[in-house]
């Protein structure tokens, strides 16, 4: 049997310029199925960490213009181009927003081999709507495969040619994953994904995002072999689910959960809205009691992590009078000095809000706010 040539377009962001280790373990994983890996940091720093140059056949530095789009892009429009693309039978465009893959990433390819879709990922997102906008189901973009009538159609390549650099976020969902899904579709190509194959098609609901909903199904019953990061946000909705399935990776030997860790870690320092692990810890032993101000979805969640870490929590304080025995309002909560309230919040807004309604009620060391 033919092996299939491939080549490979990884990209890279990060804030502070730092490569981690679940970085170095997805480019040894691609580097074992991929004949030529191009390597995108969108940064023209000096990065820090792994050197991605023991991986990568070659290795670009931009600024983040785009986005993701942007790095495939410019990868491809100005520094592959598409002679040298056409001599592969297949492209793979991967990021970084993603640990794993978990158990090599060839049987991934080898279960999708037989599989008779033109282009695939790793999860479908059903029909839905996001910004107020209506969207159909489609493949969703940070792990992508194109098969080689892809490679070689007109479509493909005036997609990308014609592709304008995506502004914001929101811009590069739908010009980017529902513009290059939509594309293929309506010339004629097929598309699949791996939880496709494992019934993920009749599990996942419309308005549902998999990875951010489903992570431990995907992994356990769905076979599809990473964990995103921002499935365990304390603003993610299924972040009960995603600490599930960072428990079964790591109970399971799937992955080195350190890899994990270390990164989340990092991160907690500077990333919007996240709280600070190691300050957080420290908050956490200096005050006898510690107090969860608010009790919406960025609530439980860290409600959940207190649980995880086998730590207790006083309470969940509001503004307004309580709706349920969980709850105490802050003016009926007789916090004492040696108390400590974490604002757990999840917009930038609220956390301006109680943040004025604290500042005169209790010292600055009582309290604890996510980035922002």
Known sequence: MKKTKRICIYVIYDKQNVVDCYIEHALQELRSCSDYILVVCNSKSVWKGVDVKAYADEVICRNNSGFD???YKDALCHCIGWDKLKKYDELVLANDSFYGPFGGVESIFEQMEADESDFWGLTRSCAGMIA???FEEHIQSYFLVFKKNVINSDAF???WEHLPYPETMDMAIRDFELGLNYCLKENGFRDGAVSDLYGGTSFFRDDENPYLKYPLELIRDFNVPILKHKALSFRNRGYANALKA???IGENHLYPTIYIERHMIRK???EEG????ERLEDFYKKHVRVFLYGHGTYGNNVAMYFSYKGWNFAGFLVTCAAENEEEVSFEQADI????????AVGTKEMCREISGYLKDKCKKEQLLFPNW
């Open 157 to 159: 390549e005036g997609y």
């Open 246 to 248: 960072y428990r079964f």
């Open 69 to 71: 789009a942007g790095g």
């Open 274 to 277: 996240m709280i600070d692990y």
């Open 336 to 343: 004492e000095e040696n108390d400590g309230i974490l604002v």
């Open 132 to 134: 107020g906008q209506t």
């Open 268 to 270: 907690s320092k500077f």
